[in-house]
């Protein structure tokens, strides 16, 4: 290997750029950060029938796993098919930037409108009555922010190989059967049978569980399980991604 | 074929095949230090896929692609390459010196942020955002992505496409500055005067094959040396076989002839055409040297 110092900051400068670039997108950053906020306070507090502090903290553990799914698919699924279309990633690739800069970047952006979506629910809920323990907030803000991770892995691996047509579509049916089939809007243990069948192959579903695992409610199957298997489901998206990468041209 | 061992860049015997089809045909091609190379030829002749190959973008079918002595996608390869992509984007939201900091970021040794927008006329336009930009504007972008990090291997992919005149020689000049410093520069471009003014060394491409690579002035020597016209009643049939005669296109009203004999054709012209008029008889251009090199099959064009 020839040695090569990387001069210092580029990932710093790199994810700053970045934060930076979706800042000044307003029209991509509002929705995705309101429309969590938004379906939790019509559906837990407005119109739930029997409005509890209870209800509040177990629809905010699956709300908060599906405040994460936006920024990552669309952000990165439509956003890097977009981007690869218009010839943004072009240069990036053939520049000394390391790869590793690029996602992290992107992944600093979803993580960042996360936290802001997270920030408006996490209030509601409060404002709904949920009571958690410093801890369990600590535990639930990470399990969230990380809920990220796999679904911007996804993301990526569609936008390396779709249309930025194709890869919104597919982002917006990614996105509304990972909140149904996850049981992040109506609990697994009423969906029906099949819809939770196919949940088991989603990482929401698991993600969904360690989040009521967290807040002290009732678990389907061990937290030990789900977490194992969404460790796993997110190793598969980062090889997903990664192929992807390797075999898109530019 | 031999590696070139003071090459900046090389590609060595190296076929590719997109969809199916093969674009270049056991290509070898290098580039040094200290010299400006363009790459010229008809559409589809595989300019942009050696491009491609050489900056990594690509990977090879067969053969060898090498920036000094490692793979082209290494990034220790890519901290001594810049680019300047011929389909490559700006993000609307970003300004032109966010944009230019931002890549300088990626080198250990670049230009100042005001060296570098200076040098490409960008001084006036660094707090633009790059969506308002025009056309041209924006070429001037990539151009300074390109040579921020003052790269030892410049590669421009039809550089001054969309600019305008003024904006192309000044890039010229940064382009000639560049090799000056010892950077291996390699150009595509359709623009034969570019080419002219501009290359130390011309590479002729058809069909994924080399088929000059050679000084301009010994590649305009090649045609023949001088271009005839005049209006005459000869066809084109006929002139193509006077004597010196390599090439002979008539456009209806003027035939045009590439000569490596001028004295020689122009006393068999006049003897063919006694009521000949308007004869003129100057240097070959660059162009009529590559249109030679490309139709030795169909020499006769009418």
Same mark, same amino acid.
């Given at each position: 290997m020839t040695d090569l110092v990387l001069p210092t900051g580029v990932w710093r400068r790199e994810c700053a750029a970045e934060l930076k670039r979706s800042w000044r997108l307003p029209q991509f950053l509002v929705p995705t950060v309101l429309t969590p906020a938004a379906f939790y306070g019509l559906f837990t507090l407005a119109i739930a029938q029997n409005r509890s502090p209870a209800t509040a903290v177990a629809?905010? *553990?699956?709300? &908060?796993? %599906?405040?994460? $799914?936006? !920024?990552?698919? %669309?952000? %990165?699924g439509a956003g890097v098919a977009m981007e690869r279309e218009q010839g943004l990633i072009e240069l990036k690739r053939v520049s000394p930037l390391p790869t590793g800069a690029y996602v992290a970047?992107?992944?600093?952006?979803?993580? *960042?409108?996360t936290g802001a979506a997270l920030a408006l629910i996490? +209030?509601?809920?409060? #404002?709904? &009555?949920?009571?958690? @323990?410093p801890a369990q907030w600590l535990l639930l803000v990470a399990l969230h922010l990380a809920s990220t991770v796999p679904f911007a892995l996804i993301g990526l691996g569609l936008g390396l190989r779709m249309s930025g047509k194709g890869a919104v579509a597919a982002a917006n049916a990614l996105f509304l059967g990972s909140a149904v089939l996850g049981g992040l809007w109506i609990p @697994?243990? /009423?969906? !029906?049978?099949? /819809?939770?069948? #196919?949940?088991?192959?989603v990482p929401s579903y698991h993600l969904g569980q360690l989040a009521l695992e967290i807040v002290g409610m009732p678990v $389907?199957?061990?937290?030990?399980v789900h977490g194992t298997v969404a460790i796993g489901m997110t190793a598969l998206a980062a090889i997903w991604a990664w192929t992807g990468w390797r075999r898109s041209p530019a | 074929m031999e590696k070139d061992l003071a090459a900046a860049a090389s590609l060595t015997d190296v076929s590719k095949r997109l969809g199916g089809k093969p674009? +270049?045909?056991?290509?070898?091609?290098?580039?040094?230090?200290?010299?400006?190379?363009?790459?010229?030829? !008809?559409?589809? *002749?595989?300019? @942009?896929?050696?491009v491609g190959l050489l900056i990594g973008r690509l990977r090879p079918d067969a053969g060898e692609v090498e920036l000094y002595g490692l793979k082209p996608e290494r990034p220790a390869a890519r901290a001594r390459l810049g680019v300047m992509l011929q389909a490559a984007g700006l993000p609307d939201v970003m300004t032109v010196a966010e944009m230019v900091t931002l890549q300088s970021g990626y080198y250990r040794d670049p230009r100042p942020l005001r060296e570098?927008?200076?040098?490409?006329?960008?001084?006036?336009?660094?707090?633009?955002?790059? &969506?308002?930009?025009?056309g041209g504007q924006a070429r001037r972008?990539?151009?300074?992505?390109?040579i921020c990090g003052r790269p030892e291997l410049l590669v421009l992919d039809e550089p001054t496409a969309a600019m305008d005149r003024a904006s192309a020689r000044a890039l010229w000049s940064t382009v000639r500055g560049a090799a000056a410093d010892g950077a291996a520069v390699l150009m595509t471009t359709h623009d034969l005067a570019e080419a002219d003014a501009l290359a130390d060394r011309v590479v002729v491409m058809d069909a994924g094959r080399i088929v000059a690579d050679d000084t301009p002035a010994a590649i305009r020597a090649r045609a023949g040396g001088a271009v005839v016209r005049c209006r005459s009643t000869v066809s084109t049939m006929h002139a193509a076989a006077l004597p010196g005669v390599r090439q002979a296109t008539s456009d209806g009203a003027e035939l045009r002839l590439v000569s490596t004999d001028a004295i020689a054709t122009v006393r068999r012209l006049l003897d063919a055409d006694a009521c000949l008029a308007d004869l003129r008889v100057h240097d070959a251009a660059l162009e009529d040297a590559i249109a030679g090199l490309l139709s030795r099959d169909e020499r006769i064009a009418a």
């Open positions: 629809t905010l *553990a699956g709300y &908060g796993v %599906f405040a994460a $799914i936006g !920024p990552a698919l %669309f952000g %990165f970047a992107k992944l600093t952006a979803a993580v *960042a409108a996490y +209030l509601l809920a409060i #404002v709904g &009555g949920a009571v958690l @323990s @697994s243990a /009423m969906l !029906p049978g099949w /819809m939770r069948a #196919v949940g088991e192959a $389907i199957g061990s937290g030990q | 674009v +270049l045909d056991r290509l070898s091609l290098s580039v040094r230090a200290g010299e400006v190379t363009a790459l010229l030829g !008809p559409n589809g *002749a595989g300019k @942009s896929t050696t570098t927008l200076a040098l490409v006329g960008l001084d006036n336009l660094a707090d633009r955002r790059c &969506g308002t930009l025009s972008v990539q151009y300074a992505l390109a």
